[in-house]
T-cell receptor, first 112, second 113 residues
Framework: GENVEQHPSTLSVQEGDSAVIKCTYS??????FPWYKQELGKGPQLIID?????GEKKDQRIAVTLNKTAKHFSLHITETQPEDSAVYFC???????????FGSGTRLLVRP | GAGVSQTPSNKVTEKGKYVELRCDPI?????LYWYRQSLGQGPEFLIY????????DSGLPNDRFFAVRPEGSVSTLKIQRTERGDSAVYLC???????????FGEGSWLTVV
């Protein structure tokens, strides 16, 4: 079955710097890769997603890149702000199974 | 419109008791998912419904766990003879159709004492 690995587990950056979180997936049939932000005591909130027919997608300060050959995808946050501090999860989805498999999460801390 | 709604938000129960957790998906969403999240970990898949039927229940840990969605909308996750290891946040999510964006609720925090 699908397995998603996520790195780093924790990330601390200075406000205004960039943050990068990386994920790898095991099943080449995966075709949809969302990223979720989870704040303490709340459910995961979708922040950006990418499908396998696209290599990069941007939404203001957030971008996601996908390398299908290497089975890697990454989240890039530029000009980080303290309110970006949260746990971020990557996930991979296969149409054949309709299951979303999550990485283990990255705790991002943006220092003011 | 409203997002995915889960009740209760918090539940404390004694070991051995029966609990039900309810999920109201976004109106019109045909796909419904249950996930379990332990502290410091990512959500783990439990079961997926397409309409009224459980299309994939391979993530249910054992036969103490059961879920229903009788009318294709609201779903209930049922846990019998609860154990302390069942303590976790149970997340419900829905999607307009399989393969589309999946939206999560705020979760039901279950504590078994």
């Amino acid at each position: 079955g699908e397995n998603v690995e996520q790195h780093p587990s924790t990330l601390s950056v200075q406000e205004g710097d960039s943050a990068v979180i990386k994920c790898t997936y095991s099943d080449s049939a995966s075709n949809y890769f969302p990223w979720y932000k989870q704040e303490l005591g709340k459910g995961p909130q979708l922040i950006i997603d990418i499908r396998s027919n696209v290599g990069e997608k941007k939404d203001q300060r957030i971008a996601v890149t996908l390398n299908k050959t290497a089975k890697h995808f990454s989240l890039h946050i530029t000009e980080t702000q303290p309110e970006d501090s949260a746990v971020y999860f990557c996930a991979a989805f296969m149409d054949s199974s309709y299951k979303l498999i999550f990485g283990s999460g990255t705790r991002l801390l943006v220092r003011p | 419109g409203a997002g995915v709604s889960q009740t209760p938000s918090n539940k404390v129960t004694e070991k051995g008791k029966y609990v039900e957790l309810r999920c109201d998906p976004i109106s019109g969403h045909t796909a419904l998912y249950w996930y379990r999240q332990s502290l410091g970990q990512g959500p783990e898949f439990l079961i997926y419904f397409q309409g009224t039927g459980a299309a994939d229940d391979s993530g249910l840990p054992n036969d103490r766990f059961f879920a229903v969605r009788p009318e294709g909308s609201v779903s209930t996750l049922k846990i019998q003879r609860t154990e302390r290891g069942d303590s976790a946040v149970y997340l419900c999510a829905s999607s307009p159709w399989p393969g589309n964006t999946i939206y999560f609720g705020e979760g039901s925090w279950l504590t078994v004492v």
